[in-house]
T-cell receptor
Framework: AQKITQTQPGMFVQEKEAVTLDCTYDTSDQSYGLFWYKQPSSGEMIFLIYQGSYDEQNATEGRYSLNFQKARKSANLVISASQLGDSAMYFCAMREGHPGGGADGLTFGKGTHLIIQP | NAGVTQTPKFQVLKTGQSMTLQCAQDMNHEYMSWYRQDPGMGLRLIHYSVGAGITDQGEVPNGYNVSRSTTEDFPLRLLSAAPSQTSVYFC????????????FGSGTRLTVV
């Protein structure tokens, strides 16, 4: 079974609209972290936002917010007021286990290709 | 502050050749890891390290070897390259502790012919 599922292979959105990118995850750990990364056509991986499993509030970073629904194991990324420069691949990722406990690394979903249209 | 530096950026190998992808970070991060990215597959974890002298396998370790003799460096060795190892390889590092994401290098595009 996939640990990270992104069900939207591609999305087209009009500029200035808000967009929600879906991510569901599967883990039996109580302590974990959820991340979103942006990969523009140039190829670099850009960290956008983080949500810890024990965090009460949804994470926000500028125009990015993470809609965290723990019971549903959902961690959707919301981009407000989309811009042409937001066109890119977006990856949801999870880090399981306690840091210092020996296991580490990120598990990624397959990504969503977001295209912002003028 | 260079962050995570990967070399080379591009490489073409013949089947059966060996090579080492270099990764260095200057942020004094404890955790480092290697990923490969194939079309439609997202990134998959190859090997990771939680400190100097400590490494372990990720999801797709076969055909790759790693060592971590210093905090700064985490090279990835391809023992006998195969066409199935054609991919983009990313190295990443992170501080120890919850709440920290990984900082990624710019990647190495490897083609095995």
């Amino acid at each position: 079974a996939q640990k990270i599922t992104q069900t939207q292979p591609g999305m087209f959105v009009q500029e200035k609209e808000a967009v929600t990118l879906d991510c569901t995850y599967d883990t039996s750990d109580q302590s974990y972290g959820l991340f979103w990364y942006k990969q523009p056509s140039s190829g670099e991986m850009i960290f956008l936002i983080y949500q810890g499993s024990y965090d009460e509030q949804n994470a926000t970073e500028g125009r990015y917010s993470l809609n965290f629904q723990k019971a549903r194991k959902s961690a959707n990324l919301v981009i407000s007021a989309s811009q042409l420069g937001d066109s890119a691949m977006y990856f949801c990722a999870m880090r399981e286990g306690h840091p210092g406990g020996g296991a580490d690394g990120l598990t990624f979903g397959k990504g969503t290709h977001l295209i912002i249209q003028p | 502050n260079a962050g995570v530096t990967q070399t080379p950026k591009f490489q073409v190998l013949k089947t059966g050749q060996s090579m080492t992808l270099q990764c260095a970070q200057d942020m004094n991060h404890e955790y480092m890891s290697w990923y490969r990215q194939d079309p439609g597959m997202g990134l998959r974890l190859i090997h990771y390290s939680v400190g100097a002298g400590i490494t372990d396998q990720g999801e797709v370790p076969n055909g790759y070897n790693v060592s971590r003799s210093t905090t700064e460096d985490f090279p990835l060795r391809l023992l006998s390259a195969a066409p199935s190892q054609t991919s983009v390889y990313f190295c990443a590092s992170s501080p120890q502790g919850r709440g920290y994401g990984y900082t990624f290098g710019s990647g190495t595009r490897l083609t095995v012919v």
